[in-house]
């Protein structure tokens, strides 16, 4: 019997495709291989996220439908064993302030276990290795105020924490990946960051002292910039958000 493929086009950004991963079980449920093409720099996705039915390839190369990739298309596709599923553009299709939940929507499946469905694996020795190129030792923050996908990063300056402890700030490093940030994530007296895929690295975590916080305050209202946006059902009771609207 011919193999069924199915393609996914959600290149970027790192959030959105741990979020999906969901979709991703969904589609392999029912039989097929999911072809996932990712920017380059999204390559290693696939030493962590180790489903053997899910295969990250450089979208830059050549595979698999590529012709329908490359088309603007914003509906679903299928044919005889194969289909193609154009998540990067169900905020297209479908209007909601996350645009996360879009995709769900966009899908027709319930959102809500997500977390079931995102699982890495850790890489305790980079885990290490980021530790001790830190210096971390005692008591620290967590601090992150970048948020997009690099070299396009923005930041939320208005993140500031005093609290006696040293602050650690998440700053791009020539070797590390945001998996890498594991250990410290559970080891930081406090953790204050914009709302980023490392959200929901914590959130699968179970991570409980955070502090999230929109990603640029005081430039929208509510209704005005999904980026702003936090969809607090994602994440945690406990964590501390810091936001002009309630979601």
């Known amino acids: 019997m011919k193999e069924k493929i199915c393609l996914i086009r959600q290149p970027a950004g790192i959030g959105?495709?741990?979020?999906?991963?969901?979709?991703?079980?969904?589609?392999?449920?029912?039989?097929?291989?999911?072809?996932?093409?990712?920017?380059?720099?999204?390559?290693?996705?696939?030493?962590y996220i180790s489903d053997k039915n899910i295969q990250f390839v450089?979208?830059?190369?050549?595979?698999?439908?590529?012709?329908?990739?490359?088309?603007?298309?914003?509906?679903?596709?299928?044919?005889?064993?194969?289909?193609?599923?154009?998540?990067?553009?169900?905020?297209?299709?479908?209007?909601?302030?996350?645009?996360l939940v879009a995709k769900y929507i966009y899908?027709?499946?319930?959102?809500?276990?997500?977390?079931?469905?995102?699982?890495?694996?850790?890489?305790?020795e980079r885990e290490a290795k980021l530790r001790d190129y830190l210096k971390i030792d005692g008591k620290f923050n967590l601090i992150n105020r970048l948020?997009?996908?690099?070299?396009?990063?923005?930041?939320?300056?208005?993140?500031?924490?005093?609290?006696?402890?040293?602050?650690?700030?998440?700053?791009?490093?020539?070797?590390?990946?945001v998996f890498d940030w594991?250990?410290?994530?559970?080891?930081?007296?406090?953790?204050?960051m914009v709302d980023t895929s490392f959200s929901l690295i914590m959130a699968k975590l179970g991570i409980e002292h955070v502090n999230l916080y929109e990603r640029h305050p005081g430039e929208a209202t509510y209704g005005e910039s999904d980026s702003n946006?936090?969809?607090r059902d994602f994440f945690s009771d406990d964590?501390?958000?810091?936001?002009?609207?309630?979601s």
Request: glycine letters at 4%; proline letters at 6%; a negative charge.
């Open 239 to 246: 964590w501390n958000y810091f936001t002009h609207y309630t």
């Open 107 to 124: 899908f027709g499946i319930d959102w809500q276990d997500w977390k079931s469905y995102f699982n890495f694996d850790r890489n305790y």
């Open 182 to 192: 594991c250990g410290l994530f559970e080891d930081a007296e406090e953790i204050h």
């Open 147 to 177: 948020y997009g996908t690099p070299p396009n990063s923005l930041q939320n300056p208005n993140i500031h924490v005093d609290n006696g402890c040293r602050n650690v700030i998440i700053e791009p490093l020539e070797f590390d990946n």
């Open 16 to 47: 959105d495709i741990f979020l999906c991963q969901k979709i991703a079980n969904t589609i392999i449920q029912k039989g097929y291989k999911v072809v996932w093409p990712v920017i380059p720099k999204y390559l290693y996705l696939g030493d």
């Open 229 to 231: 946006y936090i969809h």
């Open 58 to 99: 450089d979208e830059t190369d050549d595979f698999i439908r590529k012709d329908m990739y490359l088309t603007d298309r914003i509906d679903p596709y299928k044919e005889d064993n194969f289909i193609y599923v154009p998540l990067q553009y169900a905020d297209r299709k479908v209007s909601h302030p996350s645009m």
